[in-house]
C-alpha cells in the first residue's frame, strides 16, 4: 500500500477563485505527478517532477502551475478556477530506477 | 494516437465467468504496470511486470506480458462483483522525455451478481 495522500478530496468552488490541490508522498519518492481525469476518460499528465526545485510539464497543456520545494510535497495551484477546471486531479510519486507509479486518491474539484 | 490500446473498452459479464482483457501496443516497454481504478478513486497498482513472456499470479488475475514486451493480457477467473472497476495499462520506457510511462484509456468491467 502506497502512502500518498491528497487533500481536499473533494471540492466545490465559485469561478474566479484561487484554489491549492495538496499532495504528500512518505516514501521519499524523487518522481512525483499530477494528472488530470474526466469521468470515465483516461488519465492525462498536467505536471511532474524529478526532484526539489525541477517541475515540468506534461502531454495536456493546463492553466495550472506546480511547485517543488520538498521532496515529499507537490502542490498543484490554480490561480483563477473556471468551471472547464472541473474534473478528477490524481497524485502519483514514483522512485528512482523504477517507472512503476503509486497514485493517491485524487480530489474532485468541481467549478460553478 | 493511442500509444497503448486497451480492449475491449467494455465488458460486461455475470458473476462466475472468466475473462481476458487486453493491453496492445506497437512500441516496447521495459516494464507494464495494471491497476484498477474505482469510482472517485484513485487507480491501485495490481502488478508489474518486467520479463518478456512474465507470468504473474494475483489469486483469481493472471497478468501476462508479451514475448517482445509490446502487450500484455490480463485473464480473471470465476470474476466476482467487487472485481468491477476500470482497469488500465501502463507502460513504462526510459525513452520518454517528459514522462515514465503511458497510460491506456482502460477495459471498463462490470460484473453482475
Known amino acids: ?4 495522500y491528497q487533500t481536499p ?20 519518492h524523487d518522481k512525483m505527478y499530477w494528472y488530470q481525469q474526466d469521468p470515465g476518460m483516461e488519465l ?4 511532474y517532477s524529478y526532484g526539489v ?6 502531454d495536456l497543456s493546463s492553466e495550472s502551475t506546480v511547485s517543488r520545494i520538498r521532496t515529499e510535497h507537490f502542490p498543484l495551484t490554480l490561480e483563477s478556477a473556471r468551471p472547464s477546471h472541473t474534473s478528477q486531479y490524481l497524485c502519483a510519486s514514483g522512485g528512482a530506477g523504477t517507472e512503476t507509479q503509486y497514485f493517491g486518491p485524487g480530489t474532485r474539484l468541481l467549478v460553478l | 494516437t493511442q500509444l497503448l490500446e486497451q480492449s475491449p473498452q467494455f465488458l460486461s459479464i455475470q458473476e462466475g465467468e472468466n475473462l481476458t482483457v487486453y493491453c496492445n501496443s506497437s512500441s516496447v516497454f521495459s516494464s507494464l504496470q495494471w491497476y484498477r481504478q474505482e ?3 484513485g487507480p491501485v497498482l495490481l502488478v508489474t511486470v518486467v520479463t518478456g513472456g512474465e507470468v504473474k499470479k494475483l489469486k483469481r488475475l493472471t497478468f501476462q506480458f508479451g514475448d517482445a514486451r ?6 480473471i477467473t470465476a470474476a466476482q462483483p467487487g472485481d468491477t472497476g476500470l482497469y488500465l495499462c501502463a507502460g513504462g520506457s526510459p525513452r520518454y522525455n517528459n514522462n515514465d510511462m503511458r497510460f491506456g484509456a482502460g477495459t471498463r468491467l462490470t460484473v453482475k451478481p
Open chain 1, 1 to 4: 500500500e502506497a502512502d500518498i
Open chain 1, 9 to 28: 478530496r473533494y471540492l466545490v468552488i465559485g469561478t474566479g477563485k484561487k484554489i491549492t490541490l495538496e499532495c504528500s508522498q512518505t516514501m521519499g
Open chain 1, 44 to 47: 492525462h499528465l498536467i505536471h
Open chain 1, 53 to 58: 526545485n525541477s517541475t515540468e510539464k506534461g
Open chain 2, 39 to 41: 469510482p472517485g478513486e
Open chain 2, 70 to 75: 509490446k502487450d500484455s493480457s490480463l485473464h
